[in-house]
């Protein structure tokens, strides 16, 4: 994998369909990001991006500080290689959405800018959250925790939510979920 990365294998319990370990990886990515959030002591303190790779039997959490879409396509070839049926991964983010632009119809031409600024929202009504993604060959799922800054006290965080389902009809792509899905799509 690109840049420097660690592998840990974590014992999740035995997964009957790609279904089932999508909400495992949920389940272990929420609380382990409740965790982390509840060691934080400086206002500064971040979640780091972490990726969680589930075969019927096992899971294995991968950190790194590889770019973003360098690391999505590694977790891809890692989950192809384990023979994976779900992939989860959370970090934390910038958003806009309908709540902070203010409606829906500002939200789609703050949509347009971000696309035309690269995918950047800086300089737009935005807000902080934990991005949560989990995904199997037929499905995606995107839940958004929004974090809570403190000027003298660690951050804290809300609790998730669905924000985005392929089961719902919206389409899911992009440099983050082509490759993990294309990968999910040959073993899972």
Known sequence: MPGEYRRIGIKVPPSKDAAE??????DVLASGAR???EAFTRPADDWRPQWLVLTRTQGTLVMGDAEKHAMAEAVGRL??????I???HLHSAW?????????QE??????RVVQQQGGSTEGLPR?????LAVYCAAEARQYHATIERHEDAPPTLG???????TADGLGATGAMVDPIVAALKTTG
């Open 21 to 26: 370990a999508m909400d495992v990886a949920y």
């Open 35 to 37: 965790r982390v959030g």
């Open 79 to 84: 989950a192809r290689k384990f023979g994976a």
């Open 86 to 88: 779900a992939v989860g």
């Open 95 to 103: 958003i806009v959405d309908a709540e902070t632009a203010g409606g």
């Open 106 to 111: 500002e939200f789609e031409r703050l949509y």
């Open 127 to 131: 807000k902080e959250i934990v991005l």
């Open 159 to 165: 609790p998730f939510e669905l924000a985005v389902s």
